[in-house]
């Protein structure tokens, strides 16, 4: 059988199987519910003060505003470097519901992705199945198959997100832009999916020196915790925190958002290649 019929195979039996657990039904509940709170504040406010954060900067500097508006408004400015006014522009200009959702993605999908996939290699190593399953294909071939399942599945329920985000707002908000927010969460979706490459990988390498279950998903947090701590550093240690990437996502600059992508895949394939190693130093 050639490799990627195998690879085939792995992430089909790791998808099927993944997609019917308790466990992702919680998590893709938890989530759509967040997504449904966040839609609902920021359509409110859009209702309250206009459909973008640009018409809500200028309604809170021309009167007070509630303390959520003032909030949600000074957000988009500490993101950006200061004298990037063009990155800034654009993303004032964003529908709130819109570009609001892109950035608790960007803070939370991490952990979103730790629970669902904290045991994606040790649950096989302590039941032993890993065993079985290593008489038919190889540990590289094992590896890419679980990593392609888990990565679909999050797509599944960051699109399913998307879609209840779009149609909550589109029902909210009059004169909500349909083809634009399609495109924006589209490409914020495609950013997201790169985006979790790297974090994805980091897990199945934590999740392959670690056998027992909670343990791994603690370290797990804790490690992702600390990257972005790390990130927050204004020394050059920063560079070799993944999370110090993410905002450059949010950049105007296409050149800039491909540069982070890139980084966020360089990171995946050194992670990748540590778990690759270490199951190739341990038995299964």
């Known amino acids: ?22 466990r992702a039904i919680v998590v893709t509940l938890l989530y759509v519910l967040i997504t449904l709170g966040i839609a609902a504040l920021l359509s409110w406010l859009s209702v309250k003060f206009g459909p973008d954060l640009h018409s809500l900067q200028l ?19 500490m993101l950006v470097q200061k004298n ?7 993303l004032l200009n964003q529908p709130m519901t819109v570009i609001g959702y ?3 993605e960007l803070l939370f999908v991490p952990y979103l992705l730790a629970l669902i996939s904290f045991d994606i290699i040790n649950a096989d190593l302590r039941s032993r199945f890993m065993r079985f399953q290593l008489l038919r294909t190889s540990r590289v071939t094992l590896l890419t198959g679980k990593l ?3 990565w679909l599945m999050f797509l599944v329920v960051s699109g399913i997100a998307s879609i209840v985000l779009f149609s909550y707002s589109w029902s909210k908000i009059p004169g909500f832009p349909l083809v634009y927010s399609v495109l924006l969460l589209f490409v914020y979706w495609l950013m997201t999916a790169i985006m979790s490459v790297c974090y994805l990988s980091l ?4 999740s392959s020196l670690i056998d027992q279950g909670v343990v791994a998903l ?3 947090l804790i490690v992702i915790h600390g990257f972005g701590l790390v990130a927050l550093n204004s ?6 925190s993944p999370s110090w990437y993410k905002f450059g996502l949010l950049s105007s600059d296409f050149l800039v958002v491909g540069l982070h992508s890139i980084i966020f895949i360089g990171f995946g394939v050194i992670f990748i290649a540590a778990a690759w190693f270490r199951l190739q130093t341990r038995d299964a």
Do not use: C, W
């Open 102 to 104: 892109f950035l608790f």
């Open 148 to 150: 392609i399942a888990h």
């Open 235 to 240: 020394s050059f240690i920063h560079f070799f």
């Open 218 to 220: 603690i370290v797990i």
């Open 1 to 22: 059988m050639d490799v990627g019929r195998q690879i085939i195979n792995v992430a089909t039996f790791e998808f099927g199987t993944l997609f019917r657990s308790r």
């Open 59 to 77: 309604a809170t500097k021309a009167r007070a505003g509630s303390k959520a508006a003032i909030h949600v408004k000074n957000i988009i400015p």
């Open 84 to 90: 990037d006014t063009t990155t800034l522009n654009y």
């Open 203 to 206: 897990i199945a390498l934590i």
